[in-house]
């Protein structure tokens, strides 16, 4: 029997989940369609969207094998950064790593920052999720204009396979980042 490609999904909330909506529904849709073709590996927050406790039943900070899902990893927001990230990632061995965010501070940028310190050089893919659509990009402009131009300077773009989930984002992801290698449009 082959081996089934690693996965690792870095995601800021998912399962049992359900305030931020459809990135939830969307992820969990991806893997179960490919479970069977690939081996999932989730990160993701101990808790909802706007919840301060974790989620009631879940073990924290370790990985927990999740029924037609693969394994989880809640992780609490004291424990989430940098070093864990790394150990993370050494740990899972992944073949791809998939990020359902663009401007997710814990859930793409540290965990970005961290892959680029390890010299990973394993598939990565990015999923932006309307984050780089004219109405989104509108709010907190200044922010994520100046994280986009530091972005660009760091040849990620270069490095990144991005998924769009239609034409217009694909064309946004152009937009912004005319170097990228590959942009998939799969809805």
């Not at 359900?18 to 993701?44: E, H």
């Not at 310190?117 to 004219?134: Q, T, Y």
């Not at 402009?141 to 769009?164: D, E, I, M, Y």
């Amino acid at each position: 029997m082959v081996d089934k490609k690693r996965i690792l999904v870095f995601i800021d909330w998912f399962t049992p989940g359900y305030k931020a909506g459809g990135p939830i529904q969307s992820c969990n849709n991806m893997v179960r369609l490919f479970r069977n073709q690939y081996d999932f590996f989730i990160l993701t927050s101990d808790r909802d969207l706007g919840e301060t406790l974790s989620y009631t039943g879940i073990p924290v900070n370790t990985w927990v094998a999740v029924e037609d899902t693969g394994n989880v990893y809640y992780a609490s927001r004291e424990k989430l950064n940098t070093t864990l990230v790394i150990r993370l990632v050494k740990e899972v061995a992944p073949d791809i790593i998939y990020f359902n965010s663009m401007f997710s501070p814990r859930y793409t940028l540290q965990p970005l920052w961290a892959l680029r310190r390890m010299g990973f050089s394993n598939k990565v893919i990015i999923a932006p999720r309307g984050m780089l659509h004219e109405g989104a990009m509108m709010q907190k402009s200044l922010k994520k204009k100046l994280f986009l131009q530091t972005f660009r300077l760091s040849g990620w773009p270069r490095k990144l396979v991005f998924h769009a989930t239609d034409e217009q984002e694909k064309k946004d992801i152009l937009h912004y980042f005319p170097s990228v290698k590959s942009v998939h449009v799969i809805p």
